[in-house]
T-cell receptor
């Protein structure tokens, strides 16, 4: 069974530029999560999807961050414009409905904003 | 609200020695507890979990953890360290089966000396 796929793995951009991250969850997992992991810290939830609906985006900085999950499978997380403080690893995770506490993580995208 | 404290951001052990990583949690309800491992440039992989039942849980790669309610602890151990155990380890807590919100500790980096 293929795991959670994310791309790109690394991204370096200048501040004020836009950036997008892509995630393909494990087949059959209807719940998808985006986390941000700052250096030396554990992951923090940004947004959670149930199918195509964002059911918890309370921690997403909506002034510059947006996300979508069209058709309830793949998801894209966007930052526009990026700031220096956005440098972090962005992790995507997925889980099966009813077992939401058991999440499977992708390798992450390491973003560096210069 | 739930929170996790991992004691010690770095642990160094000799190959073959005991690995002990400490985790204390705070939860207003009976918690679900998890240990994840993150190898360099990879996503988080679930090592083991405690939900209900037996308080000593065994995971992958020879790791085990014991849930001690009276001490609000969930320490991770492995009797004999291997070079391949070098990684970062995260303890996480969830409020229970119907809540997806994982709260992670800051992580403990393990180095293994030959």
């Amino acid at each position: 069974e293929a795991g959670v796929v994310q791309s790109p793995r690394y991204k370096i951009i200048e501040k004020k530029q836009p950036v997008a991250f892509w995630c393909n969850p494990i087949s059959g997992h209807n719940t998808l999560y985006w986390y941000r992991q700052n250096l030396g810290q554990g992951p923090e939830l940004l947004i959670r999807y149930e199918n195509e609906e964002a059911v918890d985006d309370s921690q997403l900085p909506k002034d510059r961050f947006s996300a979508e999950r069209l058709k309830g499978v793949d998801s894209t997380l966007k930052i526009q414009p990026a700031e220096l403080g956005d440098s972090a690893v962005y992790l995507c995770a997925s889980s099966v409905k009813g077992v939401s506490y058991e999440q499977y993580f992708g390798p992450g995208t390491r973003l560096t904003v210069t | 609200a739930q929170s996790v404290t991992q004691l010690g951001s770095h642990v160094s052990v000799s190959e073959g020695a005991l690995v002990l990583l400490r985790c204390n949690y705070s939860s207003s309800v009976p918690p679900y507890l998890f240990w994840y491992v993150q190898y360099p440039n990879q996503g988080l992989q679930l090592l083991l979990k405690y939900t209900t039942g037996a308080t000593l849980v065994k995971g992958i790669n020879g790791f085990e953890a014991e849930f001690k309610k009276s001490e609000t602890s969930f320490h991770l151990t492995k009797p004999s360290a291997h070079m391949s155990d070098a990684a970062e380890y995260f303890c996480a807590v969830s409020p229970g089966p119907n809540d997806y919100k994982l709260s992670f500790g800051a992580g403990t980096t393990v180095t293994v000396r030959a």
